[in-house]
């Protein structure tokens, strides 16, 4: 879900505060009274560059993972009156004179721009999204879809949920899929990798949704329940 918040008074920015409180993240905020307003920062170290599709000029955009097809490196762009605050700090870093990065950077802008890589990702990601909420449909289950297409995320909203979800990644690799509950399109992905993944993933809800309908998904056979997020590392330190 995306909110806006327009007037960045108290009420403005308790409503932020309200909204990241209980798990929202997609908000923009805009306020007509310039001294109220704040730099505009865009994180795009995923997603990457979506300001241009969104019309949106900010102050800064950070860029990284995918600039490189993997190999690290990343971009700080900005507006020039904000970028050069740079030049009263020290900047410094070990790797400076590495040219792995750079060169897997400049390679990856030009396949990009030749394969026009990022309408075809966004075909694929449109695809199992479209997939996704067919089978809730058709399997009666409230199915959770987020995220922008190459990016997309799917949670089936039922009691034990993280327990669901771990069968299902059990009984798609039985089916020669290594899934979760995310889907991240690459340029090699092709319709018919997608047709074939939602196959499987018809096949395996249908034989779970009796036993989803029952609530008696912790009495089938499975390994240990899958983490999630970042919980796998709090629990680690916690221990």
């Known amino acids: 879900m995306k909110v806006l918040i327009v007037g960045l008074g108290s009420m403005g920015k308790r409503r932020i505060r309200c909204l990241k409180a209980l798990g929202h993240e997609d908000i923009l905020a805009y306020d007509p009274r310039e001294d109220r307003r704040a730099e505009t920062v865009f994180d795009e170290v995923t997603s990457g560059g979506i300001h241009l599709k969104l019309s949106i000029k900010p102050d800064i955009a950070v860029l990284a993972k995918a600039l490189g097809n993997g190999y690290p490196i990343a971009a700080i762009i900005g507006k020039k009156e904000i970028m050069e ?12 004179t590495d040219k792995i990065g750079p060169v897997a950077a400049i390679a990856t802008l030009k396949k990009h721009k030749v394969l026009d890589a990022g ?24 199915i959770d879809v987020s995220g922008i ?23 798609m690799l039985e089916r020669g899929f290594l899934t979760s509950k995310a889907f991240y399109a690459t340029y090699t992905h092709t319709p018919e990798h997608v047709d074939a993944y939602l196959r499987a993933l018809d096949e395996v809800l249908s ?33």
């Open 85 to 96: 605050a740079a030049q009263s700090s020290f900047i410094s870093s070990t790797y400076w």
């Open 119 to 142: 309408t075809h990702l966004i075909e694929m990601g449109d695809l199992v999204q479209a997939g996704w909420r067919e089978l809730g449909k058709r399997h009666g289950l409230k």
């Open 149 to 171: 297409p190459p990016l997309g995320h799917w949670d089936i909203k039922t009691e034990n949920s993280a327990l669901l979800h771990t069968i299902i990644v059990e009984r």
């Open 207 to 239: 034989a779970l949704g009796p036993y989803i309908q029952a609530n008696t998904i912790p009495n089938l056979p499975h390994g240990p329940v899958a983490h999630a997020g970042f919980s796998r590392l709090v629990w680690s330190v916690r221990r």
